[in-house]
């Protein structure tokens, strides 16, 4: 009993302190963010701080991690849709493509061939720990792309691009996770049979048509109670978090990957739903986005494996600064000319190095330990986490107001082009960037 006072205490004070400072906290030239300052919290009391908590002594630790992180995904991830214009997806079919195909595929090899090479780890754990840091983590880019800095100095449509693709990507690293894991506990041959069998065409296609249909019918219903005057305040604004948790254990249950089943039963609710109420409903989402975000991180402060990433000497520094260097930039640098919203280089530069790394890898992260019992996923991906957390939130506002500065992008008036223009319209002036 105790321990649930002291977490009370200390997330009420932690969320408390963090929404009344915001303002201050991003004023000027920020070189801390929120989950930067959550982390530390996190760090500060649990074993190997004041020990005023210890996930250890609740259970097991890497299990109470992936759920949590699982459930902070997708509040994140349906954020992350309902603030999308409603077709963003067919109108940057090509950009989406490309960066959710190519783009992550890239991003996964180059991840996987700087852990091969750093730590000499065997070929399938290195591809393994790739994957875990492949996805662009929702809540990180949500800092960097949303708030009053980032509206006035980056594009809209750069601010849509990496939040379309923190969303989609989370569920979308899935299969590369699981082929990993399927390679390192099957023999080959069962390992790839299973994965094309089952895991694409159900994990990956079962959770798109699930969550289209969820997010679809709730739509629809939500419409349809509005018009008639049945849904009254307080509905409308429990209607999104209840369906997203609802579709999350609905498919998980089905044996599908529910976190991409989340971000298309959002995207789907975002179409169908009545854009009055949804504008409201957003409002909401993003308070419950902020209340699950801040405990997640404080979590993971608490469980970082301290000892084992000093066993890593050098190479563990190495591997963090090889794969937040080489994992993005170069693929984008490559597949610019597909991706319309990053149309100059330094909108290139900008979104290649703002591709945040966390609560997802923390997820697949324990994830695999849960698979595969081995701990280098475990281990190298918290770690990488860490560094990224780190990295990007002290570059986030000056590199943005840099952007800014030599561009003078952010006022041009052709940024969003006709097509977000309309889809914003569309959206019944819903904003998109935050």
Do not use: C
């Not at 849509?160 to 099957?186: K, M, Q």
């Not at 895991?199 to 419409?223: D, F, N, Q, S």
């Not at 695999?368 to 918290?382: D, E, F, I, L, Y």
């Not at 992008?409 to 002036?429: H, I, K, L, V």
């Amino acid at each position: 009993m105790s321990d649930i006072n002291v977490a009370l205490a200390l997330l009420g004070g932690l969320i408390l302190a963090l929404s009344l400072g915001a303002g201050l906290l991003h004023r000027g030239v920020r070189v801390v963010s929120e989950p930067m300052i959550a982390l530390a919290v996190g760090v500060l009391v649990g074993p190997l701080g004041m020990g005023l908590l210890d996930p250890a002594a609740w259970g097991d630790e890497i299990l109470f991690v992936e759920q949590a992180a699982r459930l902070t995904i997708a509040i994140a991830v349906t954020s992350i849709a309902l603030r999308l214009p409603k077709d963003y997806f067919r109108r940057r079919v090509r950009a989406m493509a490309t960066i959710l195909g190519p783009g992550m595929i890239g991003m996964w090899l180059a991840s996987a061939a700087v852990v091969y090479v750093v730590l000499d780890l065997p070929v399938w754990v290195a591809l393994l720990i790739g994957a875990i840091v492949t996805p662009t983590d929702p809540v990180l880019a949500n800092s960097i792309v949303t708030g009053p800095i980032a509206e006035r100095h980056i594009p809209g449509r750069i601010r849509r691009f990496l939040s379309a693709e923190s969303g989609a990507n989370d569920g979308g690293a899935y299969p590369f996770v699981l082929l990993a894991i399927l390679v390192l506990t099957r023999p080959t041959g069962v390992a790839l049979t299973e994965w094309f069998t089952y895991t694409l065409p159900w994990e990956v296609g079962g959770a798109l048509l699930l969550g289209l249909a969820i997010g679809a019918l709730v739509g629809w219903l939500e419409r349809w109670t509005s018009e008639r005057e049945l849904l009254d305040h307080t509905s409308v604004l429990t209607v999104t978090i209840t369906m997203t948790f609802a579709a999350l254990g609905l498919v998980k249950l089905l044996g599908s990957d529910g976190i991409l089943a989340v971000f298309v039963a959002g995207l789907a609710y975002n179409r169908f739903a009545d854009p009055r109420d949804e504008a409201e409903a957003q409002g909401f989402q993003e308070v419950i986005n902020r209340l699950f975000t801040y405990p997640a991180f404080v979590l993971i402060g608490m469980v970082l494996p301290w000892s084992e990433w000093v066993a890593l000497g050098w190479r563990g520094v190495a591997v963090v600064l090889g794969v937040l260097l080489l994992r993005r930039l170069p693929m984008l640098l490559v597949l610019r000319r597909f991706i319309d919203p990053i149309d100059r280089p330094a909108a290139t530069v900008f979104a290649g190095w703002f591709g945040p790394i966390g609560i997802a890898a923390v997820f697949y992260a324990a994830l695999s330990v849960r698979h595969t019992g081995t701990r280098a996923g475990w281990v190298v991906g918290t770690l990488i986490v860490v560094g990224s957390i780190l990295a990007h939130g002290v570059t986030a506002v000056p590199a943005t107001l840099a952007y800014d500065r030599f561009t003078n992008d952010a006022n041009d008036p052709g940024d969003n082009g006709d097509e977000d223009a309309s889809a914003d319209a569309d959206n019944g002036g819903n904003p998109t960037g935050g």
